[in-house]
């Protein structure tokens, strides 16, 4: 079965400054998808990266990376140059493709960006 | 290009009456998901579609909740007998068919308040 951690309910961060939100996954699967959504305080889900279990380079895009580290099941979100627009809940997910599975998510980390 | 549509926005329903959730996918697109998120949770799958079609309902649950994806239309999640507990955001994503990866769309949500 799948599964999702996410081990940091809030964090902090000054602005202008790197991030890093954890998530660590667990799966039989050889094959997946890796995701990370930006949900501010309107409510939408904003997709933000995406990383394939066989993709040899980490995913980037913009100021989000994704620090895929596959034998430690760990795909950690980092934020480079952060800004007060990033404050905001953050949620990692998986999706096997063994099937039309759907994606699931882990509990989120609220992120907050101070001046 | 409109992204997912989702309505209404917000829904306030007295305690056994119905809700009604509707999500109009991005052209082009014929898979729909349904997920629920309860407050400073993450998102939770509920239902699968395919147009005429329930392929994945394992995240419904037994009771008063039921979803469609007609031929024509939007795809609809229907609430019967509302409790407090049912108290949401419901969220909408589609997908195109194909092969994996499959990233999804979501529309902005519907929340849903029981009094």
């Known amino acids: 079965a799948q599964k999702i951690t996410q081990t940091q309910p809030g964090m902090f961060v000054q602005e202008k400054e790197a991030v890093t939100l954890d998530c660590t996954y667990d799966?039989?699967?050889?094959?997946?998808?890796l995701f990370w959504y930006k949900q501010p305080s309107s409510g939408e889900m904003i997709f933000l990266i995406y990383?394939?279990?066989?993709?040899?380079q980490n995913a980037t895009e913009g100021r989000y990376s994704l620090n895929f580290q596959k034998a430690r099941k760990s795909a950690n979100l980092v934020i480079s140059a952060s800004q007060l627009g990033d404050s905001a809940m953050y949620f990692c997910?998986?999706?096997?493709?063994?099937?039309?599975?759907?994606?699931?998510f882990g509990k989120g980390t609220r992120l907050s960006v101070i001046a | 290009n409109a992204g997912v549509m989702q309505n209404p926005r917000h829904l306030v329903r007295r305690r056994g009456q119905e809700a009604r959730l509707r999500c109009s996918p991005m052209?082009?697109?014929?898979?729909v998901y349904w997920y629920r998120q309860l407050p400073e949770e993450g998102l939770k799958f509920m239902v699968y579609?395919?147009?005429?079609?329930?392929?994945?309902e394992s995240g419904m649950p037994k009771e008063r909740f039921s979803a469609e994806f007609p031929k024509e239309g939007p795809s609809i999640l229907r609430i019967q007998q509302v409790v407090r507990g049912d108290s949401a955001a419901y969220f909408c994503?589609?997908?195109?068919?194909?092969?994996?990866?499959?990233?999804?769309?979501f529309g902005p949500g519907t929340r849903l308040t029981v009094t």
């Open positions: 994503a589609s997908s195109q068919p194909g092969l994996a990866p499959l990233e999804q769309y």
């Open positions: 799966t039989s699967d050889p094959s997946y998808g």
């Open positions: 990383q394939g279990s066989y993709d040899q």
């Open positions: 997910a998986m999706r096997e493709y063994s099937g039309n599975t759907p994606l699931v």
């Open positions: 052209k082009g697109h014929s898979h």
């Open positions: 579609l395919q147009k005429e079609n329930i392929i994945d």
